[in-house]
């Protein structure tokens, strides 16, 4: 019974294609800003922001990330998902709409 298990199980995973879980961050928008405002991260690592906008006081009602063709709102203490994968080193900047307040995950 347990050979065919391990049998199905192979012959359903993908070849080369390891199940990676995302690696979750969260970043709060406060009277501060984007909070952390720097995230280290790795290329090729999946990423899920969750971000979550705790006043009202600041311009940051949405989230965007122009690298990765991301424009998100943020409603007011509602955590927002967004996902991605670096897949170049360097910098990648998210800032709110109006261009104003922003942050960068620094991808190694």
């Known amino acids: 019974?347990?050979?065919?298990?391990?049998?199905?199980s192979l012959l359903l995973a993908q070849p080369?294609?390891?199940?990676t879980s995302a690696r979750t961050i969260e970043l709060k928008v406060t009277a501060k800003g984007f909070e952390?405002?720097?995230?280290?991260v790795k290329k090729g690592e999946p990423l899920k922001l969750?971000?979550?906008?705790t006043t009202d006081q600041t311009c940051a009602k949405q989230l965007?990330?122009?690298?990765?063709?991301?424009?998100?709102?943020l409603p007011l203490h509602q955590p927002v998902t967004i996902e991605l994968t670096p897949s170049k080193t360097g910098e990648i900047r998210?800032?709110?709409?109006?261009?104003?307040i922003s942050g960068v995950l620094v991808v190694d």
């Open 50 to 53: 969750l971000v979550t906008r």
């Open 1 to 8: 019974m347990n050979f065919i298990v391990i049998t199905a």
């Open 36 to 40: 952390p405002d720097q995230v280290h």
């Open 16 to 19: 080369g294609k390891a199940e």
């Open 94 to 100: 998210y800032a709110c709409g109006m261009d104003m």
């Open 64 to 73: 965007v990330v122009k690298d990765a063709a991301v424009r998100k709102d």
